[in-house]
């Protein structure tokens, strides 16, 4: 168990349809990524927020928006869902600021659009 | 952007085989991660290396940063089925986001 939960666990849903996706990360940790997992991609980074703020941006799309609560809560807004949106979204976190910075990844959300 | 290429993307092996997985960049890394992911499951961190030829060894896997900082390996002795998955390496580029390689997908028949 990395300490980071997601909810929901699987979501289906239709094509044009909006989803949010939770995240929340672990004890002490700011910073919180949005990856995106698919057969033909892989493991793609979507974006992070430190401390509420967006601190760096990777492949995601305009029809995906995310931010980040005080409480350091995540969710990841996905809008006008299409069928390749299908995959796996993974949250992590990590205490930013440190050297390391490893990255502990939450236990998806298997999304499907049908 | 920087780019981490892993190979090989399969590797099917027999039990007690050992197993290497490699990562090559263009660009010198300021370091490189190891995760796995079990079928079904989400990465989970392994390791980070971070200086020129630094090795580091977990119990059978051996985790090798090369001497110019741009490829890695990750070899397992004596393979067991609890080893079935998709070993990642990843680097930290200068925007701070961590780039993934493609992943080698491991399986191991018994």
């Known amino acids: 168990d990395s300490g980071v939960t997601q909810t929901p666990k699987h979501l289906i849903t239709a094509t044009g349809q909006r989803v949010t996706l939770r995240c929340s990360p672990r004890?002490?940790?700011?910073?919180v990524y949005w990856y995106q997992q698919s057969l033909d991609q892989g493991l793609q980074f979507l974006i992070q927020y430190y401390n509420g703020e967006e601190r760096a941006k990777g492949n995601i799309l305009e029809r995906f928006s995310a931010q980040q609560f005080p409480d350091l809560h995540s969710e990841l807004n996905l809008s006008s869902l299409e069928l390749g949106d299908s995959a796996l979204y993974f949250c992590a976190s990590s205490a930013s600021g440190t050297r390391d910075r490893t990255q502990y990844f939450g236990p998806g959300t298997r999304l499907l659009v049908l | 952007g920087q780019q981490v290429m892993q190979i090989p993307q399969y590797q099917h092996v027999q039990e007690g085989e050992d197993f290497t997985t490699y990562c090559n960049s263009s660009t010198t890394l300021s370091n490189i991660q190891w995760y796995k992911q079990r079928p079904g499951g989400h990465p989970v961190f392994l390791i980070q290396l971070v200086k020129s030829g630094e090795v580091k060894k977990q119990k059978r896997l051996t985790f090798q940063f090369g001497e110019a900082k741009k490829n890695s390996s990750l070899h397992i002795t004596a393979t067991q089925t609890t080893d079935v998955g998709t070993y990642f390496c990843?680097?930290?580029?200068?925007?701070?986001?961590?780039?993934f390689g493609q992943g080698t997908e491991l399986s191991v028949k018994p």
């Open positions: 990843a680097s930290y580029n200068q925007g701070g986001k961590l780039i």
């Open positions: 004890s002490g940790d700011l910073s």
